[in-house]
Nanobody, 129 residues
Framework: QVQLVESGGGLVQAGGSLRLSCAASGRTFSSYAMGWFRQAPGKEREFVAAISWSGGNTYYTDSVKGRFTISRDNAKNTVYLQMNSLKPEDTAVYYC??????????????????????WGQGTQVTVSS
C-alpha cells in the first residue's frame, strides 16, 4: 500500500510561482515512476508532468513546458513540481500519482492516467489574473 500526500498549493497572482510537494510512504519509492496531473472544474483530469524512478527522464505536457519542472528526492520519498510563470489557466486541483508496476523500468516515464495505481488527495492551485 502506498500513500501519497500533496502540499504546497494555494492562491497566487499570474506570473507567480508555487512548488508542490508529494510525500510518499513505502520503502520502495525509488522504484516508482511518478506523475502530476490536474483537474479543472468541469474538465477531465489531465497529464501535467512525469518522472522516471531514476529521476533521469522527465516529460511534460506542451502547455507547461519551460514553466514547470518535475523532480524527485528518493532519499526523502518526495516528488516536486516547481511551477513558474503561472497563468490563470493553470488553476486546478493538482494530484500526484505513483506507478508501482514492476514492469516499469528505471528510464520510463508514464503519461497515461490509467497506468498509475496510487493517487494523492489533491491540492488546490488558484491563479488570479
Amino acid at each position: 500500500q502506498v500513500q501519497l500526500v500533496e502540499s504546497g498549493g494555494g492562491l497566487v497572482q499570474a506570473g507567480g510561482s508555487l512548488r508542490l510537494s508529494c510525500a510518499a510512504s513505502g520503502r520502495t519509492f525509488s522504484s516508482y515512476a511518478m506523475g502530476w496531473f490536474r483537474q479543472a472544474p468541469g474538465k477531465e483530469r489531465e497529464f501535467v508532468a512525469a518522472i522516471s524512478w531514476s529521476g533521469g527522464n522527465t516529460y511534460y505536457t506542451d502547455s507547461v513546458k519551460g514553466r514547470f519542472t518535475i523532480s524527485r528526492d528518493n532519499a526523502k520519498n518526495t516528488v516536486y513540481l516547481q511551477m513558474n510563470s503561472l497563468k490563470p489557466e493553470d488553476t486546478a486541483v493538482y494530484y500526484c500519482a505513483a506507478d508501482t508496476d514492476s514492469a516499469t523500468t528505471h528510464t520510463m516515464v508514464i503519461v497515461t492516467l490509467h497506468q498509475y495505481d496510487y493517487w494523492g488527495q489533491g491540492t488546490q492551485v488558484t491563479v488570479s489574473s
